[in-house]
């Protein structure tokens, strides 16, 4: 899930086939153009499935499978029903829409055999706890990276007035003219921002994450939580003390950033993320599902 920055207008508050892939050495570029595309990085050992946010795109998963990638991961990078078109699409597709884009790729790396870990950001984070859920053994570790379990409370109440609006809120949508929440300009200035969204997909988190929360206990894969303190979409205290609390994890651990915003697989502290990301992971390679879960 994307918002504007800060420092930019105040409109808006809400925020495969093997392809050869670069470098991650180094961070993103103008001499990089975006690529909104889903990706898939061939590996061995260990699959992971990685899941942008809401009004984000595989983009801003990009970078760290690229990182992983390097590491020997069999990286997989999906794009959310709806995402990276026409606000139309985004506004047509619904929670259990975005999951299915999930469940579809998750489906392609369990034919590989090998340990699977999922790996999501923002709403991503949410659909990634769903997998964790209701694949159980099949998911060997979990990593949630800002997830958005809970929204600015402000934020939430208008989303709730405005669905009282019935299908009325469906046609509705909101015009962002600043850039995502990030706090590297450079990042930042090249990031593809999703403008045009509709009032539908915050909406629909709202709801999934009410459906996710509720079921969080039932999670028991390893996890890994990373959340910035300087995040404006997501609050980092409401979300990392309920999901430490309530994840059904006996093996768990919390990194907090200190600089990053939101989109934290792009942002100044991207290669501590990818670090945490890689070390975590490696732990599950060539194990079975079975006994990584316990």
């Not at 992971?48 to 990078?77: K, S």
């Amino acid at each position: 899930m994307q918002v504007e920055s800060p420092a930019a207008s105040s409109s808006v508050s809400l925020s495969g086939e093997r392809q050869n892939h670069p470098s991650a050495e180094d961070p993103p570029s103008r001499a990089q153009p975006a690529d909104k595309s889903e990706f898939f990085f061939p590996g061995s050992g260990i699959s992971a499935l990685l899941v942008h946010g809401l009004t984000g795109t595989p983009y801003e998963m990009r970078w760290l499978g690229q990182r992983m990638a390097d590491a020997g991961f069999r990286v997989r990078g999906v794009r959310l029903a709806g995402h990276a078109g026409a606000p139309e699409e985004m506004a047509s597709a619904s929670y259990d829409n975005w999951y299915e884009s999930v469940v579809r790729g998750f489906e392609e790396l369990r034919q590989y055999g090998d340990p699977n870990i999922v790996v999501g950001l923002s709403a991503g984070a949410v659909l990634a706890a769903r997998l964790a859920i209701d694949q159980r053994d099949e998911v060997a570790a979990l990593a949630m990276l800002a997830p958005a379990f809970f929204l600015p409370r402000m934020t939430a109440l208008e989303l709730r007035i405005v669905r009282q609006l019935g299908t009325l809120a469906d046609q509705l949508f909101l015009y962002n003219t600043g850039g995502s929440d990030i706090h590297d300009a450079a990042a930042r200035s090249i990031h593809p921002t999703t403008h045009l969204f509709p009032l539908s997909g915050p909406i629909n988190l709202l709801e999934l994450s009410k459906i996710v929360r509720a079921r969080l206990d039932r999670i028991t894969q390893p996890a890994l939580v990373i959340h910035s303190r300087n995040d404006h979409t997501c609050p980092m205290k409401r979300n990392l003390d309920f999901v430490m609390k309530r994840i059904g994890s006996r093996e768990k651990r919390a990194v907090i950033l200190e600089e990053s915003y939101h989109v934290i697989t792009v942002d100044t502290e991207r290669e501590l993320v990818a670090s945490e990301v890689i070390d975590f992971a490696s732990q599950f390679r060539g194990s079975s599902p079975c006994s990584a879960t316990g």
